[in-house]
């Protein structure tokens, strides 16, 4: 038998580049390589048309392509800060292009909060209610990044927080894995 890798899909949900969320999946794909595990970023829900379910039947090149690298995924790995009590409203927008197509039912999913403690209460929420609403496998890990924890190129450089990404993205691949197998 033939050990294959697993393909985790990591979203940002936010828009700005140098985010902690983006960093912290930009660590998430370091740390996740290895022989058997391979993280990708895909920023493409940036790209997305507003939904309309008039397109359903034949989406956007772009829609297609996001669905696609879902779909191919094991696993889907989510940085998602809260803006405004709730989801930011790209992220939402791409959430909302997986529902016709069942991108991510049943699929195994992991939602990463880099918030401080106390923070993020309400996106949690609506990732939880959205995510249940498309059938999505979803866990919910929190692992507080601060300023402290980057370095000057806003990379995330200390050892504890690099281990916690590590068991997260460990974690998702061997979600996935069960998957597969069932």
Not at 19 to 39: F, I, K, M, W, Y
């Amino acid at each position: 038998m033939t050990i294959q890798t697993v393909q985790i899909l990591a979203i940002p949900g936010s828009l700005r580049r140098d985010s902690v969320n983006h960093a912290a999946l930009r660590a998430a794909a370091t740390v996740g390589r290895g022989d058997r595990v391979a993280v990708t970023i895909d920023s493409l829900a940036r790209t997305l048309p507003l939904f309309d379910p008039d397109l359903e039947v034949d989406p956007p090149a772009t829609v297609a392509r996001f669905r696609a690298g879902l779909e191919r995924a094991a696993g889907i790995l989510m940085a998602v800060p809260e803006y405004a009590f709730g989801i930011p409203g790209a992220f939402k927008n791409a959430l909302d292009w997986t529902v016709g197509a069942g991108s991510l039912t049943r699929k195994p999913v992991t939602v990463l909060s880099v918030a401080a403690p106390h923070r993020g209460a309400h996106v949690r929420i609506a990732l939880e209610n959205v995510l249940t609403a498309i059938d999505a496998d979803a866990v919910f890990r929190a692992i507080p990044v601060t300023a402290s924890d980057l370095d000057a190129g806003g990379r995330i450089a200390r050892e504890p927080v690099i281990a916690s990404l590590r068991d997260v993205v460990a974690e998702l691949a061997a979600r996935a894995c069960e998957a597969i197998a069932a």
